[in-house]
């Protein structure tokens, strides 16, 4: 059995292209996206909302909520809270990344559930004033 080759660039592993000024860019088309799906349908049966979260830091979620929760009209009756965040190592993907989307989607179909994904700041980043493009979203530090 041979030993699997080093990686000899982790930033072009990871699709991530390090500008002079020390900011990154990463490869939107790495990774599939998806965008959110507000309008149900027989074969959307969950629905997704971007929320800004915070203007000043670029910080948004994705809700996801049942079709079933939105036909109940004025019903009373309480949906559970699941809070998702996503996976990538604090450095690659976002909330909109299509696997992430997909198994969110699920969840929220399947447990009944409220789904709420939030974005957070993916390293690396020290300088608060750097920008980073992920999904061809600007996010700043």
Known sequence: MSE?????????????????????????????????????????????????????????????VPVTALNDGVSSKKLPLVVYYHGGGFVICSVDFKPFHDFCNRMARELNAVVASPSYRLAPGTDSRRRTTTGGRSEVY
């Open 4 to 64: 699997p080759s080093p990686v000899s660039d982790p930033y072009a592993h990871i699709g991530i292209v390090k500008n002079p000024d020390g900011s990154i860019t990463r490869d939107p088309t790495r990774f599939p996206y998806a965008s959110a799906t507000p309008d149900p349908s027989p074969v959307n049966t969950v629905v997704s909302k971007d929320i800004t979260v915070s203007h000043s830091n670029s910080t948004w979620m994705r809700l996801y």
